[in-house]
């Protein structure tokens, strides 16, 4: 079976920028999270969702929203883009929201 | 609110040696507690899970252990190697019997296992 699935790789944007990240959780898993990972440090939880509802929100600013549709997938967007938002983004999906995750490949995200 | 620290920050031995990681949580009110293993640049993989009724979980050469009521974790890992080398993140699933169930994680320790 496919693992969690992240695109794109790799990206450069622009201080101001906007950007969709994607993810596609692992066939039948309901639940899908989001997490920031600066260099050095450990991932910092931004959004979970559960049968495409918000469940759960980390201390990020609105510049930072997300969605899940009906197939599980999920995008994560970010407005407004600073140089502090350079960072690794992971996305998690399980098969209930409390059950084990399983973390996709990850996007790095730069912003110059 | 959850604090996850690992100690050391990092590590370097020669293979074939035992070591042990440590993690500490400063709420104990965990849903579970989950070991990763990262390497550069790359996503995280999950090693084991600790269920917080559970006291260890072994996987081949890797055995956790979790004592809840301290709030402590160590990751064992017996004859290393050198594809052993990463940083491993030690996370906890809280809070039990709340609405939110996210991951706290440390900030890991890299581990050098030199031939």
């Known amino acids: 079976d496919a693992g969690v699935t992240q695109s794109p790789t790799h990206l450069i944007k622009t201080r101001g920028q906007q950007v969709t990240l994607r993810c596609s959780p692992i066939s039948g898993h309901k639940s899908v999270s989001w997490y920031q990972q600066v260099l050095g440090q450990g991932p910092q939880f931004i959004f979970q969702?559960?049968?495409?509802?918000?469940?759960g929100r980390g201390n990020f600013p609105d510049r930072f929203s997300a969605r899940q549709f009906p197939n599980y997938s999920s995008e994560l967007n970010v407005n407004a883009l600073l140089l502090g938002d350079s960072a690794l983004y992971l996305c998690?999906?399980?098969?209930?929201?409390?059950?084990?995750?399983?973390f996709g490949p990850g996007t790095r995200l730069t912003v110059t | 609110k959850q604090e996850v620290t690992q100690i050391p920050a990092a590590l370097s031995v020669p293979e074939g040696e035992n070591l042990v990681l440590n993690c500490s949580f400063t709420d104990s009110a965990i849903y579970n507690l989950q070991w990763f293993r990262q390497d550069p640049g790359k996503g995280l993989t999950s090693l084991l899970l600790i269920q917080s009724s559970q006291r260890e979980q072994t996987s081949g050469r890797l055995n956790a252990s979790l004592d809840k009521s301290s709030g402590r974790s160590t990751l064992y890992i017996a004859a290393s190697q050198p594809g052993d080398s990463a940083t491993y993140l030690c996370?906890?699933?809280?809070?039990?019997?709340?609405?939110?169930?996210?991951?706290?994680f440390g900030k890991g320790t890299l581990l050098t296992v030199n031939p």
């Open positions: 998690a999906s399980s098969l209930e929201r409390q059950y084990e995750q399983y």
């Open positions: 996370a906890v699933t809280s809070p039990r019997g709340g609405s939110n169930y996210k991951l706290t």
């Open positions: 969702y559960y049968e495409k509802e918000e469940r």
